[in-house]
């Protein structure tokens, strides 16, 4: 069983940055590969970065490219995901995942769910 808690949203102004973190608990945490999931109300939940269990495989969706960087600490059962030059379209409820084995980028392949964190772009 692994549990994970997010932290590390707020509102922020366009332009800003935020690092967002997931601590996962469980003895094994650091076994799982990891991603970083939005979802907006009456939407799916869409992959915005993913992380293998080693940190030396990762996937970004376009819309994360050259603005997000995700990254773990496997000695302190932590995922990172650094948000930079955000938009206003990046607001949304940000979850992290995690699952055995490779990463995926559809949130149906994922086991373990945080709780959500919000992040609101605006000026």
């Known amino acids: 069983q692994v549990q994970l808690v997010e932290s590390g949203g707020g509102l922020v102004q366009p332009g800003a940055s935020l690092r967002l973190s997931c601590a996962a608990s469980?003895?094994?945490?650091?076994?799982?590969?990891m991603g970083w999931f939005r979802q907006d109300p009456g939407k799916e939940r869409d992959v915005v970065a993913a992380i293998d269990w080693s940190g030396g495989s990762t996937y970004y969706a376009d819309s994360a490219k050259g603005r997000f960087t995700i990254s773990r600490d496997n000695a302190k059962n932590t995922v990172y995901l650094q948000m930079n030059s955000l938009e206003p379209e990046d607001t949304a409820v940000y979850y992290c995942?995690?699952?055995?084995?490779?990463?995926?980028?559809?949130?149906?392949?994922?086991?373990?769910w945080g709780q959500g964190t919000q992040v609101t772009v605006s000026s």
């Open positions: 469980g003895r094994t945490a650091s076994a799982y590969s």
């Open positions: 995942a995690g699952k055995m084995g490779g990463y995926g980028i559809n949130h149906r392949a994922y086991t373990y």
